[in-house]
């Protein structure tokens, strides 16, 4: 491994990700939040719900109640006046069911002089939920639409027909109170209809969109879910204000300002990437392949977020896939690296926030008898990159705000 490079790619990480962090784009955002003379009820939901309720408490001093509900190991303490609970994700569990039980509970006849406020982060769709169809088919519907590569605006625009919080109506069941939604992005374009599958937003998706995205990765439903497709979701929620407070756009300014600071002459390539991962793990190494031998240290700046097609069985995200796949591309290249990370410190079903990889990957993967072309073939990225020293781990972040990727040349 080049340990330059690695060191270098740590601060890159690490810098990014504490220019990211909610607490000031939380409080940034509440200047304008100006509460009835009611109750302020707080519901905060996603990978990054317990920074930014902390943040908000933080600002407004207290509020009369609310509930935090995150990941497993998200949670960093008690918050006064808060029910924090912890849930399933990717895939919903029964803690995602009943926390977002005792959140409708908690916004259940309110008034119009109350306010919910409702802080949003990546990570909803699976932990702020309570379906229309069974528990185990949404949790089976889910894992199809994880394995077949749907991105997320179409994994999101089959989830809200099937939940009774997803597109807009969780709103609705806040109403006739106002609610004031504080946003941190993990979706392109920072769609709030499709950010956490947008429980306080109009939807502007539609049956036949639904019904499409059905037919084109055959997913398996009862005729239950069909029909749940078929029927349109609210449109219109008047008594509903929101911004966005962060995005990945954020994420990749933080990254190309460190890349700066090393030393390397940063360029942003896209904060739209949306692809299979192993592809755009490829389109870097191919960066570096044109760029390679000038003499000049190069930062290659990419975010977004990929999507990764099950054909294996083994272990990973699409992070660690991402930089697994530019390893074939700059094998034997001396000075070059690729690495991408999740903001939110997961990456998939695993410990490990991403992956960095460099010219002896693929050597040091052979010297242990591991093929790396078949570790890609069984999506065991996460197996390939322990053993070649390139996971990297952060734990949680307490943000989210979508991955960022960046390729490497020393000079």
């Known amino acids: 491994m080049d340990r330059f490079l690695y060191e270098d790619a740590q601060r890159i990480i690490s810098s990014s990700l504490k220019a990211v962090v909610p607490d000031a784009a939380v409080a940034r955002a509440l200047k304008e939040f100006h509460p009835g003379a009611g109750r302020t009820i707080l519901v905060s939901v996603g990978k990054a719900a317990w920074q930014m309720a902390h943040a908000a408490v933080d600002t407004l001093g207290k509020v009369?109640?609310?509930?935090?509900?995150?990941?497993?190991?998200?949670?960093?303490?008690?918050?006064?006046?808060?029910?924090?609970?912890?849930?399933?994700?990717?895939?919903?569990?029964?803690?995602?069911?009943?926390?977002?039980?005792?959140?409708?509970?908690?916004?259940?006849?309110?008034?119009?002089?109350?306010?919910?406020?409702f802080l949003l982060s990546g990570g909803g769709s699976a932990l702020f939920e309570l379906p229309l169809?069974?528990?185990?088919?949404?949790?089976?519907?889910?894992?199809?639409?994880?394995?077949?590569?749907?991105?997320?605006?179409?994994t999101n625009t089959i989830r809200k027909r099937l939940s009774q919080v997803k597109g807009g109506r969780f709103a609705q069941a806040c109403a006739p109170a106002r609610v004031f939604s504080v946003v941190l992005s993990d979706i392109l374009g920072d769609p709030l209809d499709m950010i956490a599958s947008g429980p306080a937003w109009p939807d502007s998706s539609t049956c036949q969109q639904a019904l499409a995205i059905g037919k084109k990765y055959q997913l398996r439903l009862t005729d239950q879910a069909w029909e749940l497709l078929r029927q349109e979701t609210p449109k219109a929620i008047p008594h509903v204000t929101a911004r966005v407070t962060g995005s990945v756009r954020e994420l990749c300014a933080a990254a190309a300002r460190e890349c700066a600071a090393l030393g390397y002459e940063p360029l942003l390539l896209t904060?739209?990437?949306?692809?299979?991962?192993?592809?755009?793990?490829?389109?870097?190494?191919?960066?570096?392949?044109?760029?390679?031998?000038?003499?000049?240290?190069?930062?290659?700046?990419?975010?977004?977020e990929t999507v990764v097609r099950l054909t294996g069985s083994g272990l990973g995200g699409r992070n660690q896939e991402l930089a697994l796949g530019a390893a074939p591309g700059i094998a034997g290249l001396d000075g070059a690296a690729v690495f991408?990370?999740?903001?939110?410190?997961?990456?998939?079903?695993?410990?490990?926030?991403?992956?960095?990889?460099?010219?002896?990957?693929?050597?040091?993967?052979?010297?242990?008898?591991?093929?790396?072309?078949?570790?890609?073939?069984?999506?065991?990225s996460y197996h390939g990159l322990k053993a070649a020293g390139g996971l990297i781990i952060t734990g949680p972040t307490g943000t989210n705000v979508n991955d960022v990727a960046v390729a490497l040349i020393r000079g």
Do not use: M
């Open 271 to 304: 904060d739209c990437l949306c692809c299979q991962a192993r592809e755009a793990g490829s389109f870097l190494a191919g960066i570096l392949r044109t760029h390679y031998g000038q003499g000049k240290k190069r930062a290659f700046i990419a975010g977004g």
């Open 340 to 380: 991408s990370v999740g903001s939110d410190g997961t990456d998939g079903p695993t410990d490990a926030a991403g992956g960095y990889v460099d010219g002896e990957t693929q050597k040091t993967l052979s010297d242990k008898g591991l093929d790396l072309f078949t570790l890609l073939e069984n999506n065991d």
């Open 64 to 117: 009369d109640g609310g509930i935090v509900i995150t990941k497993y190991g998200h949670l960093s303490g008690a918050i006064p006046g808060l029910l924090c609970r912890e849930a399933g994700h990717p895939v919903p569990d029964e803690n995602t069911f009943s926390a977002t039980e005792e959140a409708l509970a908690l916004v259940r006849n309110l008034t119009e002089e109350d306010t919910v406020l």
């Open 133 to 154: 169809v069974a528990p185990r088919e949404l949790q089976d519907i889910t894992r199809q639409l994880l394995a077949c590569g749907a991105d997320i605006v179409e």
